[in-house]
C-alpha cells in the first residue's frame, strides 16, 4: 500500500472535493459536510496520535483505518493534523465517523479529551440521541498515510472477497447496515484467522460501503 510523505497544496482539488462531499452528505445524512483548504490524507492502518512531535512523547489516542486526516504542518518524519468525529454526550474518549453509525474514527486517552474543539451538535431521529462534533489536533508519523482512499477500499476488498467466503456466500455490503456490520463481524471476524487489524480493515470498509452508508464510504 503506497505512502504519501510529501506535504504538497491541492487547493483547487480539495476544494472541489469538499463541495462534492458535502452534497453526498446532505443525501446521505443530514449532518454538516466536512471541509477545509489544507490536504487530506487518510490513515492506512492503526495510528498513534500525539500531543508532541517526539518519539518519547506518549500516545494521546489511537486513529483507525481510513480515518480522514487534514495536514496542518509537518516536520521531518511527523505530520500534525486535525482529525473530527462524533461523540455522545459522556463518552467523549471515542469518536465515530458518522452520527449514530458506530465507524470508529479515533479513541482518545481520558487526558487530553479537554483538548476536542467542539464543533456541530446534531440529534439522530432513530434514536433520538443527541451526538456532539468534535475536532482534535496532534502529530502522527508520516509513513503511513495516503491521499488514495480507494487505495485502502481495494485492500479491504481483496481481503473480504478471499477470506470471507470460506464458510458461507459472500454478504454484499450494503445488505447489511454499518451498525450492523459491527455485530457480524464480531462473530465471523475471528474465523478468517486474519490478525486483528486486517479484521478492522474489513469491517470499515463494510461499514462505509453499508446500506445506510454507501454514498459516505464512495468519498
Known amino acids: ?68 486526516l487534514t495536514i496542518l504542518a509537518q516536520k521531518p518524519g511527523w505530520l500534525r493534523v486535525e482529525l473530527r468525529g462524533w461523540y455522545q454526550a459522556g463518552a467523549e474518549r471515542v469518536l465515530y465517523a458518522l452520527p449514530g453509525k458506530r465507524i470508529l474514527v479515533a479513541a482518545l486517552s481520558p487526558a487530553v479529551v479537554d483538548n476536542l474543539r467542539p464543533l456541530d451538535t446534531v440529534n439522530d431521529p432513530e434514536t433520538n440521541i443527541s451526538w456532539k462534533g468534535a475536532a482534535f489536533e496532534g502529530w502522527i508519523r508520516d509513513e503511513a498515510v495516503t491521499t488514495d482512499l480507494n487505495s485502502i477500499w481495494k485492500s479491504a476488498w481483496d481481503l473480504f472477497a478471499t477470506r470471507c467466503t470460506v464458510c458461507h456466500q459472500r454478504r454484499i455490503p450494503h445488505k447489511y447496515t454499518a451498525n450492523q456490520w459491527v455485530s457480524l463481524l464480531k462473530v465471523m471476524g475471528p474465523r478468517t484467522g486474519l490478525p486483528m487489524e486486517k479484521q478492522r480493515l474489513i469491517l470499515t470498509y463494510l461499514q462505509n460501503h453499508a446500506k445506510d452508508t454507501v454514498v459516505w464510504g464512495q468519498q
Open 1 to 68: 500500500m503506497g505512502k504519501t510523505t510529501g506535504f504538497s497544496h491541492r487547493v483547487g482539488f480539495s476544494a472541489l472535493w469538499a463541495i462534492f462531499l458535502g452534497v453526498a452528505l446532505v443525501t446521505a445524512f443530514p449532518v454538516p459536510a466536512i471541509t477545509d483548504e489544507a490536504d487530506i490524507f487518510y490513515a492506512t492502518q492503526t495510528l498513534n496520535i500525539q500531543l508532541d512531535p517526539t518519539v518519547e512523547s506518549r500516545p494521546a489516542g489511537k486513529i483507525f483505518v481510513a480515518s480522514r
